[in-house]
């Protein structure tokens, strides 16, 4: 410690003046520290609360989903979209050249089961919710979701094709409990 | 500061100790203001009333409404339909924050057309953009409280822009949400900002007066006072006129809330907040439709940014720009009067203004003009929105160089006065006081 004591006299010739300066410094940064400590929680409070936390897994019963249906349940305070996927539909998703996609994401990258496509159903451009899970509503260019909002068209993998999205639906959490019970979160 | 000649020796004895009426005395009585002031200076303090009735009716709700996603939509339609003339008070206050910003919209251009931005106004100009923006957080989270479906699905859109932000978007609009999506917190802290943000504008306004009355206000010929001839006192001049406008737009204000209080508004927001359900056509209220349209206008990528950034920093920049315009502006002619080029280019900017608001309130898809497919909204969107940065940032520098003012009077008693006076004319004189 001496020595380095020894050099900022050196260089700094007013020993009184570099000893205030640095008391000055470490009040200054211990006062920054307090007050940034102090505001924390004041910001942190925002932030999801633990109940909101808590209440964030939900269980589906797979079981009533026919093939080629699509459900939306309700998980965290937005929809997933379920959907038991046919042949054709798997096949649709997975003979896109990677290349032509603007997200690049292979479809067997998205399922843990190519049955069952499970996405968070909000659009990635601006948080909308897609069409095209309920019969008779719009699926957009590609079969699978059209976003009324901006324009946005995702494919049977919930991929982006077309419009102002930047990036795929986002596949949630889940684990299969079983064969029919799938828990989301 | 002259004292007030009041004989009441109560007053006598408060003003001394605490001089607020010597204070009123000056600021809202002798008040020296120019002489020419037209219509368009009424503004101002219509503004500053809308904002009290804002605040009052805005209390009186919030003793009525209830914060919470199950029980605040059923809350505004006990005040429609159950409180004693909440339906009333609600109107007011709903078609108010639309009276407001039209009222706000012909002040700031006003300021645009005259120059009001100029030296020495500069920071009075940008304490009022800043009231701007405050005026739209307080309108936008205003509008979320009754829950309806444009309240959910607009707060949905508005906060997810900030996940274009890099890297720290996602838990930004996280930690704005308290939770996962847009829910009972979001709700909660969106009342408690909404009370109070108008009470931090009530604070800005303060401010944005006290710089007014340091020089005093500008006027349409643009040029300073230079003396007594130019100037009468505020009080009784300005507020009788000023109360003469106010009866005006009382009788007008009137005709929406009881013959059309939901004519600016959008039908959807009487359903019910939907999670699960995107309405069809989502629109922001009217007052916000031109910046929506700037958001919607970009949709190519430049370099590492993508379309979804750089739509929400030109929609921030297209008001950030107004906080610079002083300085984008050299020109040393305040009023447009003086300005041949400027003059036209100002009612250009004003159709763009409006062309983006109807380009806001359409998909983007759907052909301008029917039977021209080709031409689509969102490609009037991009053209006006280039032409909106165009006018700030290339035409107002360039025409500080070359355009030729025309000469402007001495003062502002000499044209009235019929003097001719044409030695004094001096062209694009600096309307720096010596
Ligand atoms: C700058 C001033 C203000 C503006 C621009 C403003 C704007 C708005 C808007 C646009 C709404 C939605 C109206 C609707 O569609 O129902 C609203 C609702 C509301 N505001 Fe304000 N407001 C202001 C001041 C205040 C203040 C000061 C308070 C409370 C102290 C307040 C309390 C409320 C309440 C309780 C509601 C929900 C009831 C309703 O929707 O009618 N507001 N405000
Ligand atoms: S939110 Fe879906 S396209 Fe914009």
Same mark, same amino acid.
């Given at each position: 410690m001496a020595t380095t004591g020894e050099e900022t006299f050196e260089?700094? $010739?007013?020993?009184?003046?570099?000893?205030?300066?640095?008391?000055?410094?470490?009040?200054?940064?211990?006062?920054?520290?307090?007050?940034?400590?102090?505001?924390?929680?004041?910001?942190?409070?925002?932030?999801?609360?633990? &109940?909101?936390?808590?209440?964030?897994?939900?269980?589906?019963?797979?079981?009533p989903i026919q093939e080629g249906q699509r459900v939306v349940i309700k998980w965290r305070g937005k929809p997933v979209f379920i959907t038991r996927r046919s042949e054709a539909q798997i096949e649709e998703a997975r003979k896109v050249p990677i290349s032509a996609l603007v997200d690049p994401e292979k479809d067997e990258d998205r399922v843990q089961k190519p049955e069952w496509l499970i996405v968070v159903g909000v659009c990635t451009h601006l948080g909308c919710i897609p069409l095209g899970s309920k019969q008779g509503e719009k699926r957009g260019e590609y079969q699978g979701w059209f976003c009324p909002c901006h324009g946005s068209h995702?494919?049977?993998?919930?991929?982006?094709?077309?419009? $102002?999205?930047?990036? *795929?639906?986002?596949?949630?959490?889940?684990?299969?409990?079983?064969?029919?019970l799938v828990r989301v979160g | 500061m002259s004292k007030t000649n009041q004989t009441n020796s109560v007053v006598k004895w408060v003003d001394d100790r605490l001089p607020v009426f010597t204070f009123m005395q000056h600021e809202l009585h002798e008040y020296p203001t120019p002489k020419n002031l037209n219509y368009f200076w009424n503004f101002g303090s219509l503004a500053g009333i809308v904002l009290v009735t804002m605040i009052v009716t805005g209390i009186v709700l919030s003793m009525h409404y209830t914060p919470h996603v199950d029980y605040a939509f059923d809350s505004v339609e006990r005040i429609m339909r159950d409180v004693n003339h909440g339906w009333l008070i609600r109107y007011v206050h709903m078609n108010g924050a639309s009276a407001f910003f039209i009222i706000v919209f012909?002040?700031?251009?006003?300021?645009? #057309?005259?120059?009001? #931005?100029?030296?020495?106004?500069?920071?009075?100009?940008?304490l009022g953009v800043l009231i701007l923006l405050l005026m739209m957080a307080t309108a936008f989270l205003g509008y979320v409280l009754p829950w309806g479906q444009m309240s959910f699905?607009?707060?949905?859109?508005?906060?997810?822009?900030?996940?274009?932000i890099p890297l720290i978007g996602e838990p930004i609009v996280t930690w704005l949400w308290g939770g996962f999506s847009v829910d009972n917190a979001?709700?909660?802290?969106?009342?408690?900002?909404?009370?109070?943000?108008?009470?931090?504008?009530?604070?800005?306004?303060?401010? @944005?007066?006290?710089?007014? @009355?340091?020089?005093?206000?500008? *006027?349409p010929v643009g040029i300073d006072t230079t003396g007594n001839d130019d100037q009468i006192p505020f009080?009784? #001049? %300005?507020? +009788?006129? &000023?109360?003469?406008?106010?009866? +005006?737009?009382? +009788?007008?204000?009137?005709?929406?809330?009881? %013959?059309?209080?939901? #004519?600016?508004?959008?039908?959807?927001? %009487?359903?019910?907040?939907?999670?699960?359900?995107? $309405?069809? @056509?989502?629109? $922001?209220?009217?007052?916000f439709l031109p910046f929506y349209a700037i958001l919607r206008s970009i949709t190519f990528d430049i370099w590492f940014l993508d379309a979804k950034l750089l739509g929400v920093i030109a929609m921030f920049a297209s008001i950030g720009l107004l906080f610079i315009l002083p300085w984008l502006d050299r020109s040393p002619v305040r009023s447009a009067r003086f300005r041949p080029i400027y003059r036209q280019f100002y009612w250009v900017l004003v159709i763009d203004c409006f062309i983006l608001g109807i380009v806001g309130a359409n998909s983007p898809d759907d052909p301008v003009f029917s039977g021209l497919d080709g031409f689509q909204f969102i490609h009037l969107g991009m053209m006006s929105t280039a032409y909106y940065f165009f006018h700030f940032l290339i035409l107002l520098p360039l025409l500080s160089v070359i355009e030729k003012p025309d000469p402007l009077p001495a003062s502002i008693n000499e044209p009235i006065l019929g003097g001719g006076g044409n030695a004094a004319l001096a062209p694009g004189k600096p309307m720096e006081k010596p």
């Amino acid at each position: 410690m001496a020595t380095t004591g020894e050099e900022t006299f050196e260089s700094q $010739p007013q020993e009184g003046e570099t000893r205030r300066d640095f008391l000055t410094l470490a009040t200054g940064a211990f006062g920054a520290f307090g007050v940034g400590a102090a505001a924390w929680p004041l910001i942190d409070q925002m932030n999801p609360a633990a &109940d909101t936390l808590a209440a964030s897994t939900t269980e589906v019963n797979l079981e009533p989903i026919q093939e080629g249906q699509r459900v939306v349940i309700k998980w965290r305070g937005k929809p997933v979209f379920i959907t038991r996927r046919s042949e054709a539909q798997i096949e649709e998703a997975r003979k896109v050249p990677i290349s032509a996609l603007v997200d690049p994401e292979k479809d067997e990258d998205r399922v843990q089961k190519p049955e069952w496509l499970i996405v968070v159903g909000v659009c990635t451009h601006l948080g909308c919710i897609p069409l095209g899970s309920k019969q008779g509503e719009k699926r957009g260019e590609y079969q699978g979701w059209f976003c009324p909002c901006h324009g946005s068209h995702y494919d049977t993998s919930g991929r982006i094709r077309k419009g $102002p999205a930047p990036t *795929n639906l986002p596949i949630p959490k889940y684990t299969f409990l079983s064969d029919k019970l799938v828990r989301v979160g | 500061m002259s004292k007030t000649n009041q004989t009441n020796s109560v007053v006598k004895w408060v003003d001394d100790r605490l001089p607020v009426f010597t204070f009123m005395q000056h600021e809202l009585h002798e008040y020296p203001t120019p002489k020419n002031l037209n219509y368009f200076w009424n503004f101002g303090s219509l503004a500053g009333i809308v904002l009290v009735t804002m605040i009052v009716t805005g209390i009186v709700l919030s003793m009525h409404y209830t914060p919470h996603v199950d029980y605040a939509f059923d809350s505004v339609e006990r005040i429609m339909r159950d409180v004693n003339h909440g339906w009333l008070i609600r109107y007011v206050h709903m078609n108010g924050a639309s009276a407001f910003f039209i009222i706000v919209f012909i002040h700031i251009f006003r300021g645009l #057309y005259y120059g009001s #931005y100029k030296a020495p106004r500069e920071l009075l100009w940008m304490l009022g953009v800043l009231i701007l923006l405050l005026m739209m957080a307080t309108a936008f989270l205003g509008y979320v409280l009754p829950w309806g479906q444009m309240s959910f699905w607009g707060a949905t859109v508005i906060t997810n822009l900030f996940s274009a932000i890099p890297l720290i978007g996602e838990p930004i609009v996280t930690w704005l949400w308290g939770g996962f999506s847009v829910d009972n917190a979001t709700l909660n802290r969106f009342f408690s900002l909404h009370f109070l943000l108008p009470f931090v504008i009530v604070g800005v306004v303060v401010l @944005h007066i006290v710089a007014l @009355h340091t020089h005093g206000s500008n *006027n349409p010929v643009g040029i300073d006072t230079t003396g007594n001839d130019d100037q009468i006192p505020f009080h009784p #001049y %300005y507020t +009788v006129k &000023d109360l003469f406008g106010l009866g +005006v737009f009382l +009788v007008l204000f009137s005709l929406f809330v009881f %013959y059309a209080p939901n #004519y600016l508004g959008h039908p959807d927001n %009487y359903i019910p907040a939907d999670p699960l359900q995107t $309405p069809p @056509h989502i629109v $922001p209220e009217w007052y916000f439709l031109p910046f929506y349209a700037i958001l919607r206008s970009i949709t190519f990528d430049i370099w590492f940014l993508d379309a979804k950034l750089l739509g929400v920093i030109a929609m921030f920049a297209s008001i950030g720009l107004l906080f610079i315009l002083p300085w984008l502006d050299r020109s040393p002619v305040r009023s447009a009067r003086f300005r041949p080029i400027y003059r036209q280019f100002y009612w250009v900017l004003v159709i763009d203004c409006f062309i983006l608001g109807i380009v806001g309130a359409n998909s983007p898809d759907d052909p301008v003009f029917s039977g021209l497919d080709g031409f689509q909204f969102i490609h009037l969107g991009m053209m006006s929105t280039a032409y909106y940065f165009f006018h700030f940032l290339i035409l107002l520098p360039l025409l500080s160089v070359i355009e030729k003012p025309d000469p402007l009077p001495a003062s502002i008693n000499e044209p009235i006065l019929g003097g001719g006076g044409n030695a004094a004319l001096a062209p694009g004189k600096p309307m720096e006081k010596p």
